[in-house]
């Protein structure tokens, strides 16, 4: 087909290839690794975060109520220190930063040097980190396209441990997660594919996770006309609180229409009162994120998808896999069993219809010589 072609992706020794798009239309929908949870930030990453206004508005506004006063500490600073310089230039007494990406780290221990602010960096994870005093504020861009997929519900319980004062308040106050069921092979008119410029990261990511496997994918220009469902909140991170929550929902059929899984995507709140991020509705670095149901189905007018979403951390007690299970329940009342998965890590690969499609086989020892194409 024309424009589409394979790209090798090599990882721990081991290789297969990758099918890729080159003649995608700008606003066509894509598929994007979701990245945001393994130290693969660069550059590039760091500048279309840098250059997100809808979320740096919501961390600038919150971190101008929060600030004034308090000692601060920043989780995941980045090399621009943005949410750390914000809150010194608030009136914050003294913020410790710290970024598990030493380079980060480094890049922004220079940056705090050349300012006035008392701003102390620190490399390393978060939950090992030890800091001089407890803070009264916790500022954690560690955000995912999934609320949770980062791992701030793990990394904000143990700040609340160990880096905070009690009632200590955090920026962002709330991570939601909504549901909703779609047809991406519709969406892509049957074309799936990554474009060249992402086979890097698919790569990097496959290496940061141990290996290949079924790897997440965002797609990108979505909007709700591809919802064949109503759509709710899945996962409810309260951070202020501590209060982790993953109701069980209800999605009604909006008219009958084939659907192959289903878009997730973030709900943020990061202060009290403050209006919501919706990634769906907003042009952001949050991309919705499309986790498949083992088989196409069709949908009917009356139908109804029950669903539960679960959130473990296996591999590594920070970032969690999640897992969908629940029933597709028929007008009639006949109930047929769903299943879907969304993994940080381990697990099979090309399970899916969309990692079949995606990838072409099974990796085979690498050859030496160069990568090829
Ligand atoms: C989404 S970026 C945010 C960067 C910057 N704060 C901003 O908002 O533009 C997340 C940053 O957190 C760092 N990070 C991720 N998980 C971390 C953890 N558990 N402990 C410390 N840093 C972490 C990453 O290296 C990355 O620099």
């Known amino acids: 087909m024309t424009g589409q072609d394979w ?32 130290p693969v930030y660069d550059d590039y990453l760091y500048h279309v975060m840098l250059e997100d206004e809808p979320r740096n508005k919501l961390f600038r506004d919150a971190i101008a109520q929060e600030a004034p006063g308090a000692t601060v ?24 930063a710290a970024d598990v990406n030493e380079d980060s780290a480094a890049r922004a221990a220079d940056l705090a040097s050349t300012t006035a602010h008392d701003i102390r960096v620190f ?20 955000v995912g396209n999934i609320g949770g997929a980062e791992g701030i519900d793990a990394v904000l319980a143990d700040a609340r441990r160990r880096h905070l004062k009690p009632g200590a ?16 092979d519709d969406l892509l008119g049957g074309r799936y594919g990554v474009r060249p410029e992402y086979v890097d990261y698919v790569e990097r990511l496959l290496d940061a996770a141990g290996g290949f496997f079924d790897l997440r994918f965002c797609v990108g220009n979505v909007d709700r006309s591809a919802l064949r ?3 709710a909140l899945v996962e409810d ?31 943020l709140r990061c202060a009290p009162g403050q209006p919501v991020l919706d990634s769906l509705d907003t042009v952001t670095n949050w991309l919705p994120v499309y986790v498949p149901f083992a088989e196409p189905f069709d949908l009917a007018d009356g139908d109804v998808i029950e669903l539960e979403c679960r959130a473990e951390t296996v591999a590594d007690d920070i970032h969690p896999d999640y897992a969908f299970t629940g029933a597709l329940v028929r007008a009639d009342g006949g109930r047929t069993p769903l299943a879907a998965e969304s993994r940080y890590a381990g697990g099979p690969f090309r399970a899916s219809r969309l ?16 990568r090829g194409r």
């Open 7 to 38: 790209r090798n992706v090599t990882v721990g020794g081991e290789r297969t290839r990758v099918r890729v798009l080159a003649d995608l239309d700008r606003d066509a929908p894509y598929l994007w690794p979701s990245v945001g949870e393994y």
């Open 73 to 96: 500490v920043e989780l995941g600073c980045g090399p621009d220190l943005l949410w750390t310089l914000c809150a010194a230039e608030a009136g914050a007494a003294r913020v410790f």
């Open 123 to 142: 490399g390393g994870e978060a939950t090992t980190l030890s800091l001089p005093e407890p803070a009264d504020l916790c500022i954690a861009e560690l």
């Open 169 to 184: 308040a955090t920026v962002p106050a709330a991570v939601g997660t909504r549901a909703a069921a779609v047809c991406l």
């Open 229 to 231: 469902t109503t759509d």
């Open 237 to 267: 991170l309260c951070l202020d609180e501590g209060v982790a929550d993953f109701p069980s929902v209800r999605l009604d059929a909006l008219g009958p229409g084939r659907v192959d899984g289903l878009l997730l995507w973030l709900n």
């Open 355 to 370: 990692h079949r499609a995606l990838f072409e086989s099974e990796p085979t020892a690498a050859r030496r010589g160069g």
